[in-house]
């Protein structure tokens, strides 16, 4: 008897499908195209319920160079599938599921993720190999269905009964944060930390989440307007530290833990709190931040071992930011950047193209206000309006969608946004002149050139990566 039916479980197997070459879109991506260099986030939101099913197993096809006859084997050693799903993924995923159900035509199938939490009744009906959907949170309601309860008795999802869908109610939100367990031990037994990179984080690094939701209300954020929420729900400062010591005794060998909440710095005080256990730990640690931690909070941060923050700077226009309702002032942020600079924090910076009230003078002053930053790196994103968002809501009212697709063919992100002023292929083309402006000024050349000269690891990894980053380029171009 297998340990998950000796559970009283079903053989459950939680898949993030093969998909473009290249796509980092797994569960655990913010925002899902083929991106610069080699990068995957880890699939902390299909690890989490995959550690409430014993015996099951979580495969994630992109990092690990599956192909869909790779992974179709698999079908056949499983009663219960869930399949991890995005708005640009979608076709593709339903694909997937109806090649393993032609595989294996008794298994069950249901699909997670934002795309299906905000269109139930789309995606049932794109596929018949789609038993059901989980919406919002779905943690809990997968093991639920992974103890085999009836569908219609598990609340938050959504099904076909005779050909009609059919909606449980919802589930109430988890507050009790602690109620998860932790993700390394799934990580541990199925994944291969070494397949994870991400360019500006040290390699092999960790990543997981020690709460969900943002409590800003930026329009164009997929996750805390769908399946997170937009209040801060955390865990516990211990239960945070427990899960690192297990992690550090799992993996002696990482360099870097990422804690990847929406923002980890919306409850400062609990921040300086986790960080004063980091340092007693003595772990080097990275994570998202907005760009109004006050100077005191980063110093008790770097005293404990910060040494990266991801920042959601977006825009250098004033105005962008309040349409999009950053909630953020430029001179706090350049402050929050000198501050950071000062306490020798390395940031990444990430700005988004396209939003509404773009024009080619904002972009302009954009690349101007990202060089006076001056982050270590930076990511230039096209803005997505992804279902479920204000800015999707926004787009339609203003009849700015140019099409549905995300992504291309091949998995580059494009711009489903355009205006009469802006066109999408001038947002698009506004990236590579970014990058391009960003990167070869001769102060950032020189920094790059001194940083590779001390490290030998990082010259071989930055040498990659620029060869990777020509190519995304050349491809992205044609
Ligand atoms: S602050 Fe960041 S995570 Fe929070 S809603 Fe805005 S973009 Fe999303």
Known sequence: MSDAAAAGYLKTLFLHPPSYEGFDGGAGSRYQARREVRSFWYPTWLAQPAALVPGSRLVDAPPAGLRLEDVL?????????????????????VKVAEALRAEHPRLRIGFVGAHVAVHPEDALAASDAIEFVARSEFDFAIQEVAQGRPLERVRGLSYRANGVVRHTPERPTLEDMDALPFVVDVYRRDLTIEQYFIGYLLHPYVSLYTGRGCQSKCTFCLWP????????????????????????????????????DDTFTDDLPRAEAIARGLGRLGVTWSCNAKANVPYETLKVLKDNGLRLLLVGYESGDQRILNNVKKGLRLDVARRFARDCRDLGITTHGTFVLGLPGETRETIEGTIRYACELDPHTIQVSIAAPYPGTALYREAVDGGWLRGPDLVSGRGFQQSALSYPHLSSAQIFEAVEAFYTRFYFRPRKLWAITREMARDRRLLGRRLREGVEFFRFLAQRGR
């Open 73 to 93: 084997p698999l079908a056949r050693e499983y009663e219960l599938a869930v399949l991890h799903t995005s708005t640009p993924s979608f076709s593709y995923d």
């Open 225 to 260: 307007q769908t399946v997170g929420g937009q209040r801060y729900r955390t865990r516990s400062v211990a239960h945070v530290l427990d899960e690192i010591t297990l992690a550090r005794r799992y993996f002696p060998h990482v360099r870097e833990y990422f804690f990847d």
